[in-house]
């Protein structure tokens, strides 16, 4: 019994020679396949930290008395998304308004302890852009409300 396993075992190398030979091709292939998926994610993740949907990025307008008057400043706000970057509010306003704005600054709003009865509560945090339109433009932000 031990002969034959002996000549198993030769027979199992020579098979595994025979396909290592082969696999120089095979692995170059795998390489290139792995090398092309690997640019298809670097995209992918660009696209979607550059171009989050403009949608998820700028939430709501902010419609208060402070932000009337500065209307008048072309300057509009807007309640955004916590990760936004300067970058990504201005590309978002230019999809969804089709105005590109000068600068946009941006506040971190803490949100502040309330009280329900005999409970306390915090209102959530939330960031805050400003953004600066060109002199002459415009966006409609009351319609609907």
Do not use: C
């Amino acid at each position: 019994m031990g002969l034959l396993d002996r000549w198993k075992k030769q027979e199992e190398k020579k098979a595994r020679t025979v396909k290592s030979a082969k696999t120089p091709k095979v692995q170059k292939e795998k390489i290139k396949e792995a090398i092309v998926e690997n640019e298809t994610k670097k995209e992918k993740s660009e696209q979607k930290a550059a171009g989050l949907l403009a949608e998820k990025i700028i939430i709501k307008p902010l419609v208060t008395e402070k932000t009337a008057v500065m209307e008048s400043l072309n300057k509009y706000g807007f309640i955004v998304s916590r990760q936004a970057t300067k970058e990504q509010i201005k590309r978002a306003v230019n999809e969804l308004y089709g105005i590109k704005p000068i600068a946009v600054n941006m506040v971190n709003v803490q949100g502040k302890s309330v009280r329900f009865g005999r409970n306390n509560g915090r209102r959530s945090d939330y960031k805050k852009a400003l953004v600066t339109l060109p002199i002459g433009k415009t966006i409609t932000i009351h319609e609907g409300v």
